[in-house]
């Protein structure tokens, strides 16, 4: 069919709208699968990943600061963990796994779980130091927009390899959200829009006496 100029110049301008239109909009977001300890596209997400994953097979004692985003006050934690043994000390809250037993104390009162809801101001889990910011990471990695940004660090005097992510609707859009674990495993800061918690000190030396109660 033989078009007139009239429709070929309606045809032009439509196009050429279009085309201005999509480059005014900028990169869309994409969603990326999130990432699997062993590989994936989004190879800086799963380095630091799978150093997350490592945790919970170490022999350690860490310290931590974390600082809920809302009040800006420092609670210290400590995670002790050997063998089939754990002890993590945060604030006045301590929960202890000990083979089948697990605890969670405070204030001189006991209850026989794991009760995370003690600490459910502070924005994290008593499994914050490795499993639980695994997980977050893996969230955090399938809703991203274009690739992480991969980087190393010393923290608390230790190699630690960091990864920040880029997740529309949680933060400004000029940030990221940052994770680092150290080389030899467990996590070593993270900062997000509601809590940033930094690794103060890391020893493969366990004090037994701090495993008992």
């Given at each position: 069919?033989?078009?007139?100029?009239?429709?070929?110049?309606?045809?032009?301008?439509?196009?050429?709208?279009?085309?201005?239109?999509g480059?005014?909009?900028?990169?869309?977001?994409?969603?990326?699968?999130?990432?699997?300890?062993?590989?994936?596209?989004d190879?800086?997400?799963?380095?630091v990943?799978?150093?997350?994953?490592?945790?919970?097979?170490?022999?350690?004692?860490?310290?931590?600061?974390?600082?809920?985003?809302?009040?800006?006050?420092?609670?210290?934690?400590?995670?002790?963990?050997?063998?089939?043994?754990?002890r993590?000390?945060?604030?006045?809250?301590?929960?202890?796994?000990?083979?089948a037993?697990?605890?969670?104390?405070?204030?001189g009162e006991?209850?026989?779980?794991?009760?995370?809801?003690?600490?459910s101001?502070?924005?994290i889990?008593?499994?914050?130091?490795?499993?639980?910011?695994?997980?977050?990471?893996?969230?955090d990695?399938s809703?991203?927009?274009?690739?992480?940004?991969?980087?190393?660090?010393t923290?608390?005097?230790?190699?630690?390899?960091?990864?920040a992510?880029?997740?529309p609707g949680?933060?400004?859009?000029?940030a990221?959200?940052?994770?680092?674990?150290?080389?030899?495993?467990?996590l070593?800061?993270?900062?997000?829009a509601d809590?940033?918690i930094?690794?103060?000190?890391f020893?493969?030396?366990?004090?037994?006496?701090?495993?008992a109660?």
């Open positions: 069919m033989r078009r007139t100029p009239l429709a070929l110049a309606v045809l032009a301008f439509v196009a050429s709208a279009l085309v201005v239109t480059c005014a909009t900028g990169e869309r977001p994409t969603l990326a699968p999130a990432p699997q300890a062993g590989g994936d596209e190879s800086a997400a799963t380095t990943l799978e150093r997350l994953e490592r945790a919970t097979s170490l022999e350690f004692t860490a310290t931590y600061d974390v600082i809920p985003s809302l009040t800006g006050d420092t609670t210290q934690a400590t995670v002790v963990q050997s063998g089939g043994r754990r993590v000390t945060i604030g006045d809250v301590v929960y202890t796994v000990d083979a037993v697990q605890r969670t104390c405070s204030g006991c209850v026989d779980f794991l009760d995370d809801a003690r600490i101001d502070l924005n889990t008593h499994r914050f130091w490795g499993e639980a910011f695994a997980s977050r990471l893996r969230l990695s809703r991203r927009t274009g690739f992480s940004e991969g980087s190393t660090a923290i608390a005097g230790h190699p630690a390899l960091c990864v992510v880029k997740v949680v933060i400004a859009a000029s990221s959200i940052e994770y680092c674990a150290l080389d030899v495993g467990v070593a800061r993270y900062f997000g809590v940033t930094e690794l103060t000190s020893s493969f030396q366990v004090d037994p006496a701090q495993l109660g």
